[in-house]
């Protein structure tokens, strides 16, 4: 019985470190502008992880300590919550397929960027960081900065779109365009540092590329944890099951000698 138990202990010590991917995934979430901008995944995936370090932590207490209704208290808690993870994972896998870096198209996210108010609130974020003044400090020439690699997010908002035509000053001031018809974000560029293109559709469709690549990358850690969590949920009660059998065997054997001496005694003759 007590090698069970400390097997279900080892268990329950591999899922609570299995929590530490999905906090870490949460955590690396707000640190991003988009995403802290948007407030939509980060903190659901933070509490998630954390109830699942509590939990599992309950679970190491139960196994090493040989606490039963703990261990079903475990069992039954982690069940609901790895089917809130894989229903966060389902949530995450069909918003980013559905999604792109285009406006013209539904979709979840799309229809959060469309919503007036809420856009308000997230363009008045994305004016406060400092991603377009960080193109400032590294591009100082056209060429060098047509070359980089910069983020869909800074593409959409922090400069106009190529087709209009605008002759580059520095990566957020642009003069003259050419063809000011080409696009309404044409009309919508502005050279004050607080306006840019956060009104244009190109910065909401750099802002939903952005989500999805980010959202991507955490939907794969967040599906790897959630397959190691399900096998190692499966082995725990395989391991439960075994010593509560180990526990009624022993319970049994210790009985059974008391009722073959009370048998032997009746029989006896006097």
């Given amino acids: 019985m007590a090698l069970s138990h400390n097997e279900i202990g080892v268990i329950n010590f591999i899922a609570t470190l299995l929590s530490i991917p999905i906090i870490g995934a949460g955590i690396w979430l707000t640190t991003l502008l988009d995403n802290s901008c948007v407030k939509i995944l980060q903190w659901p995936v933070v509490i998630l992880g954390l109830l699942m370090?509590?939990?599992g932590i309950a679970g190491l207490m139960?196994?090493?300590?040989?606490i039963s209704w703990l261990l079903l208290f475990y069992l039954v808690v982690m069940l609901v919550l790895i089917i809130l993870l894989g229903c966060m994972v389902v949530f995450i896998s069909m918003v980013t397929l559905q999604e792109s870096g285009h406006i013209d198209y539904s979709g979840w996210l799309c229809r959060i960027v469309q919503v007036s108010y809420k856009w308000d609130q997230i363009r008045a974020c994305l004016s406060s960081t400092g991603m377009c003044t960080e193109l400032n400090q590294s591009y100082h020439f056209a060429q060098d900065f047509f070359n980089a690699r910069i983020t869909p997010l800074q593409s959409g908002c922090c400069k106009p779109p190529m087709?209009?035509?605008f002759t580059f000053v520095n990566p957020t001031y642009w003069i003259s365009p050419i063809n000011a018809a080409a696009d309404m974000d044409c009309l919508l560029w502005n050279n004050e540092q607080t306006q840019l293109c956060y009104g244009c559709d190109s910065c909401k469709a750099?802002?939903?590329?952005?989500i999805k690549n980010e959202w991507r990358r955490v939907h794969i850690i967040l599906l790897i944890t959630l397959i190691a969590l399900i096998c190692v949920y499966l082995v725990g009660c395989c391991e439960f099951r075994k010593a509560k059998t180990e526990d009624i065997f022993r319970e049994y054997v210790q009985d059974f000698p008391l009722e073959m001496s009370t048998y032997e005694n009746q029989d006896s003759p006097n």
Wanted: proline content about 0%.
């Fill in 163 to 165: 087709q209009c035509g």
């Fill in 206 to 210: 750099g802002l939903l590329a952005n």
């Fill in 53 to 55: 370090l509590v939990v």
């Fill in 62 to 66: 139960g196994g090493f300590g040989r």
